[in-house]
Protein backbone atom coordinates (compact mmCIF):
# COMPACT_ATOMS: atom_id res chain seq x y z
CA UNK A 1 0.00 0.00 0.00
CA UNK A 2 1.65 3.08 -0.87
CA UNK A 3 2.14 5.34 2.55
CA UNK A 4 1.64 8.63 0.47
CA UNK A 5 -2.09 7.63 0.63
CA UNK A 6 -3.04 5.70 3.63
CA UNK A 7 -6.31 4.11 3.38
CA UNK A 8 -9.00 6.16 4.78
CA UNK A 9 -11.01 4.62 7.49
CA UNK A 10 -15.02 5.08 7.95
CA UNK A 11 -14.37 8.26 10.18
CA UNK A 12 -12.64 9.91 7.74
CA UNK A 13 -15.05 9.26 5.04
CA UNK A 14 -17.48 10.34 7.39
CA UNK A 15 -15.67 13.50 8.18
CA UNK A 16 -15.22 14.36 4.35
CA UNK A 17 -18.88 13.75 3.38
CA UNK A 18 -20.11 16.84 6.38
CA UNK A 19 -17.27 18.89 4.78
CA UNK A 20 -18.23 18.90 1.60
CA UNK A 21 -22.16 18.50 2.73
CA UNK A 22 -22.50 20.97 5.90
CA UNK A 23 -26.12 21.32 5.61
CA UNK A 24 -26.37 17.52 6.12
CA UNK A 25 -24.40 18.32 9.44
CA UNK A 26 -26.65 20.81 10.38
CA UNK A 27 -29.89 18.98 9.79
CA UNK A 28 -28.08 15.87 12.15
CA UNK A 29 -27.75 18.60 14.78
CA UNK A 30 -31.09 19.84 15.24
CA UNK A 31 -33.17 17.12 14.16
CA UNK A 32 -32.94 15.20 17.88
CA UNK A 33 -34.38 18.47 19.35
CA UNK A 34 -37.02 19.71 16.63
CA UNK A 35 -38.64 15.76 16.80
CA UNK A 36 -38.69 16.36 20.50
CA UNK A 37 -40.54 19.88 20.52
CA UNK A 38 -42.91 18.70 17.47
CA UNK A 39 -43.65 15.06 19.53
CA UNK A 40 -43.59 16.34 23.10
CA UNK A 41 -44.18 19.75 23.33
CA UNK A 42 -46.63 20.73 19.96
CA UNK A 43 -48.24 17.29 19.79
CA UNK A 44 -48.88 17.63 23.61
CA UNK A 45 -51.12 21.06 23.08
CA UNK A 46 -52.27 19.18 20.05
CA UNK A 47 -54.09 16.50 21.96
CA UNK A 48 -54.45 19.21 24.49
CA UNK A 49 -57.12 21.49 22.00
CA UNK A 50 -58.15 18.34 20.44
CA UNK A 51 -59.46 17.16 24.05
CA UNK A 52 -61.39 20.93 24.37
CA UNK A 53 -63.95 20.18 21.60
CA UNK A 54 -65.57 16.67 23.04
CA UNK A 55 -67.35 16.52 25.83
CA UNK A 56 -68.54 14.24 28.75
CA UNK A 57 -71.25 13.06 29.37
CA UNK A 58 -73.76 13.77 32.58
CA UNK A 59 -74.77 10.81 33.14
CA UNK A 60 -71.93 8.36 32.70
CA UNK A 61 -69.34 10.72 32.93
CA UNK A 62 -67.61 9.24 29.83
CA UNK A 63 -65.78 11.42 27.31
CA UNK A 64 -67.87 11.86 23.91
CA UNK A 65 -65.12 11.92 21.33
CA UNK A 66 -67.51 13.96 19.06
CA UNK A 67 -66.54 17.96 17.91
CA UNK A 68 -68.88 19.99 19.42
CA UNK A 69 -68.31 23.56 21.12
CA UNK A 70 -70.21 22.95 24.61
CA UNK A 71 -67.21 22.47 26.68
CA UNK A 72 -66.26 25.90 25.83
CA UNK A 73 -69.48 27.38 26.13
CA UNK A 74 -69.36 26.31 29.81
CA UNK A 75 -66.32 28.45 30.36
CA UNK A 76 -69.48 31.51 30.01
CA UNK A 77 -71.21 29.95 33.16
CA UNK A 78 -70.58 32.23 36.31
CA UNK A 79 -68.80 30.17 38.21
CA UNK A 80 -66.33 29.01 35.51
CA UNK A 81 -65.60 32.85 34.18
CA UNK A 82 -64.87 34.06 37.66
CA UNK A 83 -62.06 31.52 37.88
CA UNK A 84 -60.66 33.34 34.50
CA UNK A 85 -61.79 36.43 35.68
CA UNK A 86 -60.04 36.50 39.33
CA UNK A 87 -56.54 34.45 37.30
CA UNK A 88 -56.03 37.30 34.72
CA UNK A 89 -56.78 40.48 37.20
CA UNK A 90 -54.36 38.29 39.78
CA UNK A 91 -51.54 38.09 36.82
CA UNK A 92 -52.20 41.89 35.90
CA UNK A 93 -51.76 42.93 39.67
CA UNK A 94 -48.86 40.79 39.97
CA UNK A 95 -46.77 41.95 36.60
CA UNK A 96 -47.87 46.02 37.35
CA UNK A 97 -46.26 45.20 40.87
CA UNK A 98 -43.36 43.85 39.73
CA UNK A 99 -42.80 46.57 37.24
CA UNK A 100 -42.90 49.31 40.07
CA UNK A 101 -40.50 47.43 42.56
CA UNK A 102 -38.13 46.28 39.75
CA UNK A 103 -37.87 49.82 37.82
CA UNK A 104 -35.72 51.07 40.69
CA UNK A 105 -33.72 48.13 41.18
CA UNK A 106 -33.01 47.73 37.30
CA UNK A 107 -32.24 51.54 36.78
CA UNK A 108 -29.52 51.57 39.65
CA UNK A 109 -27.58 48.04 38.77
CA UNK A 110 -27.87 49.85 35.08
CA UNK A 111 -26.57 53.05 35.83
CA UNK A 112 -24.66 52.66 38.91
CA UNK A 113 -23.56 49.72 39.93
CA UNK A 114 -19.88 48.85 38.77
CA UNK A 115 -17.69 45.94 38.70
CA UNK A 116 -17.56 44.69 42.35
CA UNK A 117 -21.24 46.14 43.11
CA UNK A 118 -22.92 44.41 40.06
CA UNK A 119 -21.75 41.03 40.66
CA UNK A 120 -23.24 41.36 43.94
CA UNK A 121 -26.45 42.90 42.42
CA UNK A 122 -26.83 39.61 39.95
CA UNK A 123 -26.00 37.25 43.02
CA UNK A 124 -28.28 39.07 45.47
CA UNK A 125 -31.03 38.88 41.98
CA UNK A 126 -30.01 35.30 41.55
CA UNK A 127 -29.89 33.64 44.65
CA UNK A 128 -33.49 33.13 45.12
CA UNK A 129 -33.59 31.55 42.16
CA UNK A 130 -31.18 28.94 43.05
CA UNK A 131 -33.44 27.97 45.88
CA UNK A 132 -36.81 25.36 46.09
CA UNK A 133 -39.78 26.64 44.97
CA UNK A 134 -41.94 24.52 47.03
CA UNK A 135 -39.40 25.56 50.51
CA UNK A 136 -39.77 29.44 48.90
CA UNK A 137 -43.77 29.19 49.39
CA UNK A 138 -43.94 27.21 52.35
CA UNK A 139 -41.88 29.22 53.95
CA UNK A 140 -43.79 32.48 52.80
CA UNK A 141 -47.06 30.22 54.45
CA UNK A 142 -45.21 30.50 57.42
CA UNK A 143 -44.78 34.28 57.34
CA UNK A 144 -48.17 35.35 56.58
CA UNK A 145 -50.08 32.57 59.23
CA UNK A 146 -51.73 34.21 61.93
CA UNK A 147 -48.86 33.60 64.17
CA UNK A 148 -46.10 34.66 61.79
CA UNK A 149 -43.75 37.61 61.62
CA UNK A 150 -46.28 40.10 59.62
CA UNK A 151 -48.61 39.35 61.68
CA UNK A 152 -45.89 39.88 65.00
CA UNK A 153 -44.60 43.37 63.50
CA UNK A 154 -47.86 44.39 62.66
CA UNK A 155 -49.42 43.72 66.41
CA UNK A 156 -45.79 45.14 67.75
CA UNK A 157 -46.10 48.46 66.08
CA UNK A 158 -49.86 49.01 66.54
CA UNK A 159 -50.97 48.39 63.42
CA UNK A 160 -52.89 44.99 64.37
CA UNK A 161 -56.22 46.46 64.07
CA UNK A 162 -55.44 48.06 60.63
CA UNK A 163 -54.09 44.15 59.49
CA UNK A 164 -57.58 43.22 60.49
CA UNK A 165 -59.82 45.74 58.93
CA UNK A 166 -57.81 45.11 55.66
CA UNK A 167 -58.36 41.02 56.34
CA UNK A 168 -62.31 42.02 56.83
CA UNK A 169 -62.30 43.32 53.32
CA UNK A 170 -64.62 40.27 51.46
CA UNK A 171 -63.18 40.75 47.99
CA UNK A 172 -59.35 40.73 49.39
CA UNK A 173 -59.66 39.31 52.95
CA UNK A 174 -59.34 36.11 54.31
CA UNK A 175 -59.22 34.30 58.09
CA UNK A 176 -55.03 35.73 57.87
CA UNK A 177 -52.71 36.36 55.06
CA UNK A 178 -52.08 33.31 54.50
CA UNK A 179 -55.68 32.48 53.50
CA UNK A 180 -55.99 35.50 51.32
CA UNK A 181 -55.44 36.96 48.09
CA UNK A 182 -53.49 39.97 49.49
CA UNK A 183 -50.86 36.90 50.39
CA UNK A 184 -51.31 35.07 47.15
CA UNK A 185 -49.98 38.17 45.54
CA UNK A 186 -46.95 38.41 47.83
CA UNK A 187 -45.96 35.46 47.17
CA UNK A 188 -46.54 35.75 43.56
CA UNK A 189 -44.75 38.77 43.31
CA UNK A 190 -41.66 37.44 45.73
CA UNK A 191 -40.92 34.70 43.05
CA UNK A 192 -41.49 35.86 39.96
CA UNK A 193 -39.51 39.33 40.45
CA UNK A 194 -36.46 38.39 39.19
CA UNK A 195 -37.81 37.48 36.03
CA UNK A 196 -38.51 40.91 35.83
CA UNK A 197 -35.86 42.62 37.16
CA UNK A 198 -33.14 40.91 34.79
CA UNK A 199 -34.97 41.91 30.92
CA UNK A 200 -35.48 45.45 32.26
CA UNK A 201 -32.07 46.09 33.97
CA UNK A 202 -30.49 44.88 30.09
CA UNK A 203 -32.48 47.00 28.49
CA UNK A 204 -32.18 50.16 31.10
CA UNK A 205 -28.29 49.09 30.15
CA UNK A 206 -28.82 49.58 26.43
CA UNK A 207 -30.07 53.67 26.80
CA UNK A 208 -26.90 55.67 25.88
CA UNK A 209 -25.68 58.44 27.99
CA UNK A 210 -25.64 60.86 25.66
CA UNK A 211 -29.23 60.66 25.53
CA UNK A 212 -29.88 61.48 29.05
CA UNK A 213 -26.97 64.54 29.00
CA UNK A 214 -28.93 65.87 25.77
CA UNK A 215 -32.28 65.33 27.82
CA UNK A 216 -30.35 67.66 30.68
CA UNK A 217 -28.72 69.97 28.37
CA UNK A 218 -32.56 70.90 26.77
CA UNK A 219 -33.72 71.57 29.96
CA UNK A 220 -35.70 68.50 30.63
CA UNK A 221 -35.95 67.87 34.45
CA UNK A 222 -35.76 64.25 35.93
CA UNK A 223 -39.71 63.48 35.63
CA UNK A 224 -39.65 64.73 32.26
CA UNK A 225 -36.11 63.10 31.02
CA UNK A 226 -37.54 59.77 32.62
CA UNK A 227 -41.43 59.94 30.97
CA UNK A 228 -39.59 61.57 27.47
CA UNK A 229 -36.61 59.30 27.30
CA UNK A 230 -35.62 56.23 29.99
CA UNK A 231 -39.09 54.90 29.74
CA UNK A 232 -39.83 54.29 26.20
CA UNK A 233 -36.61 53.39 25.43
CA UNK A 234 -36.79 50.82 28.88
CA UNK A 235 -39.94 49.57 27.37
CA UNK A 236 -39.34 46.84 25.44
CA UNK A 237 -37.38 45.25 28.89
CA UNK A 238 -40.32 46.20 30.67
CA UNK A 239 -42.57 43.90 28.63
CA UNK A 240 -40.10 41.28 28.15
CA UNK A 241 -40.15 40.66 31.82
CA UNK A 242 -43.94 40.97 31.68
CA UNK A 243 -44.27 38.36 29.67
CA UNK A 244 -42.68 35.91 32.44
CA UNK A 245 -44.70 37.30 35.28
CA UNK A 246 -47.98 37.19 33.73
CA UNK A 247 -47.78 34.07 32.27
CA UNK A 248 -46.36 32.26 35.29
CA UNK A 249 -48.90 34.23 37.17
CA UNK A 250 -52.00 32.44 34.66
CA UNK A 251 -50.37 29.17 35.03
CA UNK A 252 -49.87 28.62 38.27
CA UNK A 253 -51.29 26.28 40.76
CA UNK A 254 -49.00 26.01 43.90
CA UNK A 255 -48.72 29.52 45.25
CA UNK A 256 -52.92 29.50 45.12
CA UNK A 257 -52.85 26.28 46.27
CA UNK A 258 -50.89 26.58 49.31
CA UNK A 259 -51.14 30.27 49.92
CA UNK A 260 -54.80 31.11 49.26
CA UNK A 261 -58.26 31.12 49.91
CA UNK A 262 -60.81 28.66 48.96
CA UNK A 263 -61.92 30.26 45.18
CA UNK A 264 -60.36 28.40 42.56
CA UNK A 265 -57.57 30.10 39.64
CA UNK A 266 -56.83 28.52 36.37
CA UNK A 267 -54.16 25.86 37.61
CA UNK A 268 -56.65 24.99 40.30
CA UNK A 269 -59.70 24.29 38.00
CA UNK A 270 -57.58 22.32 35.54
CA UNK A 271 -55.93 20.13 38.15
CA UNK A 272 -59.11 19.64 39.82
CA UNK A 273 -61.65 18.85 37.04
CA UNK A 274 -58.60 16.39 35.35
CA UNK A 275 -58.10 14.77 38.64
CA UNK A 276 -61.23 14.45 41.35
CA UNK A 277 -63.94 15.30 39.00
CA UNK A 278 -62.50 13.40 35.92
CA UNK A 279 -63.79 15.98 33.33
CA UNK A 280 -60.93 16.34 30.84
CA UNK A 281 -62.75 18.42 28.17
CA UNK A 282 -63.61 21.29 30.64
CA UNK A 283 -60.27 21.23 31.73
CA UNK A 284 -58.48 21.37 28.31
CA UNK A 285 -60.53 23.78 27.67
CA UNK A 286 -59.74 25.47 30.82
CA UNK A 287 -55.95 25.29 29.98
CA UNK A 288 -56.36 26.59 26.49
CA UNK A 289 -57.28 29.90 28.10
CA UNK A 290 -54.02 30.95 29.37
CA UNK A 291 -52.32 29.79 26.04
CA UNK A 292 -55.04 32.30 24.16
CA UNK A 293 -54.16 35.01 25.80
CA UNK A 294 -50.93 34.52 25.44
CA UNK A 295 -50.60 34.29 21.86
CA UNK A 296 -52.21 37.45 21.74
CA UNK A 297 -49.91 39.30 24.70
CA UNK A 298 -47.18 37.99 22.78
CA UNK A 299 -48.19 39.40 19.00
CA UNK A 300 -48.77 42.73 20.88
CA UNK A 301 -45.54 42.78 22.77
CA UNK A 302 -43.23 41.37 19.45
CA UNK A 303 -44.72 45.01 17.68
CA UNK A 304 -43.44 46.53 21.06
CA UNK A 305 -39.91 45.07 20.63
CA UNK A 306 -39.84 43.31 23.76
CA UNK A 307 -38.26 39.98 22.16
CA UNK A 308 -35.05 42.42 21.41
CA UNK A 309 -34.23 42.72 25.47
CA UNK A 310 -34.69 38.99 26.30
Not at 19 to 32: D, F, M
Not at 99 to 108: E, G, I, R, S
Request: hydrophobic share 55%; proline share 6%.
Amino acid sequence: MDSAHPARGPGDRLTGLFWSRPKLLTALLIAPPILWLGVVYVGSLAALLLQSFYSIDEFSGVVVPEFTLKTYAELLVPSNYDVILRTVAMAAAVTLASVALAFPVAFFAARYAKGRWKAVFYLGIMLPLWSSYLVKVYAWKLILAKEGIITWAAEGIGAGNLLNAVLAIPVIGGNSLSTSYIGTFLVFVYVWLPYMILPMQASLERVPTSMLEASADLGAGGWRTFRSVILPLALPGVVAGSIFTFSLTLGDYIIPQIVGSSRFFIGQAVYSLQGTAGNIPLAAAFAVVPIVIMLVYLTVARKMGAFDAL
